[in-house]
């Protein structure tokens, strides 16, 4: 008996998310993308394996791999987002993109603040306002300091600058004070 089988990848998108993209520094449009490796037998899949699942910036391409249960949740947002009106209004594009952080990477959004000086991987502290100058910039936590996106480090004097401008939008509860306590510590 003789098999024809074919192997092959396949790429399948199944939705669009709005996220902020930490490489463009921007709210940018990002894919759902599943990407499977398969084996046909006459033409007929007959199995499915290796499947990689992606959140991709649709401008820059860099990604982030999600889990099964992200995907879903990634699948759900994206039927949502489907359902609003097409023009959306700064604060629906904020309130969406804080809601796929919430869903699909709680580690960016809850939690204790980072400790200074841990190698932790990189923390949002802080997003500027889109009616701000630098709108959709982000501000990190990295490696024990602050980063501003598209600058590099600066210091918890800068960032609560920035916030007593009215310019920040924190990523959760509590974050001021925290760099309010290593401004007054580091002074
Ligand atoms: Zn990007």
């Not at 952080?101 to 306002?129: H, K």
């Not at 709108?135 to 598209?150: K, N, S």
């Not at 600066?154 to 920040?168: K, M, N, T």
Request: negative net charge; glycine residues 14%; contains cysteine.
């Amino acid at each position: 008996m003789v098999f024809f089988g074919g192997y092959g990848r396949k790429t399948k998108e199944r939705g669009e998310l709005l996220f902020l993209c930490f490489e463009c520094q921007d709210v940018t449009s990002h894919r759902l993308v599943e990407n499977y490796a398969y084996e046909q037998l006459y033409g007929v899949r007959v199995t499915k394996h290796g499947t990689h699942r992606m959140l991709v910036c649709a401008r820059c391409h860099h990604g982030w791999d999600l889990s099964k249960e992200q995907w879903d949740k990634g699948v759900l947002l994206a039927a949502e987002l489907q359902r609003m009106p097409g023009r959306l209004t700064d604060e629906q594009v904020n309130g969406f993109c804080r809601l796929v952080a919430v869903e699909l990477f709680p580690e960016l959004v809850a939690g204790d603040p980072p400790e200074a000086g841990s190698a932790s991987a990189d923390t949002l502290i802080a997003t500027f306002r889109q009616d701000s100058a630098w709108g959709g910039r982000m501000i990190l936590f990295r490696d024990g300091q602050f980063v501003l996106g598209g600058f590099g480090p600066i210091g918890p004097a800068d960032v609560l600058a920035y916030d007593s401008g009215g310019h920040l939008e924190w990523a959760y509860e509590g974050l001021r004070e925290w760099v309010q306590g290593m401004g007054a510590a580091g002074s």
